[in-house]
């Protein structure tokens, strides 16, 4: 079994800054890969930002050079820095972990009960 927790959600003002933070912990061998999806309201969930085990990263359009993801591997934690926040900013923001379960290589992936953003003056 995984848990994926997550915290640093809330209200701020058009501008502002947020820190999202989410753990994993539970039967993982590895990690694979982690990253925060979002959903606004009517609106389908989509990828933010995404860091692999080795580091590499993905960012949708929209939020690059304002959003930042870093990951602590010891701790199977991942953040994601959020500056300059806009309006359109606003969803719910879903921490999803892709893992091994053994050394064989097989993949499980497990989404986060997500953290409201709202981005408002």
């Known amino acids: 079994q995984v848990q994926l927790v997550e915290s640093g959600g809330g209200l701020v003002q058009p501008g502002g800054s947020l820190r999202l933070s989410c753990a994993a912990s539970g039967t993982i061998f590895s990690i694979k890969s982690m990253g925060w999806y979002r959903q606004a309201p009517g609106k389908e969930r989509e990828l933010v930002a995404a860091?692999?085990?080795?580091?590499?990263?993905d960012y949708a359009d929209s939020v690059k050079d304002r959003f930042t993801i870093s990951r602590f591997n010891a701790k199977n934690t991942v953040y994601l820095q959020m500056n300059s926040l806009k309006p359109e900013d606003t969803a719910v923001y879903y921490c999803r972990t892709s893992y091994y379960i053994s050394s064989k290589g097989q993949e499980n992936d497990y989404w986060g009960q997500g953290t409201q953003v709202t981005v408002s003056s």
């Open positions: 860091i692999t085990s080795g580091g590499s990263t």
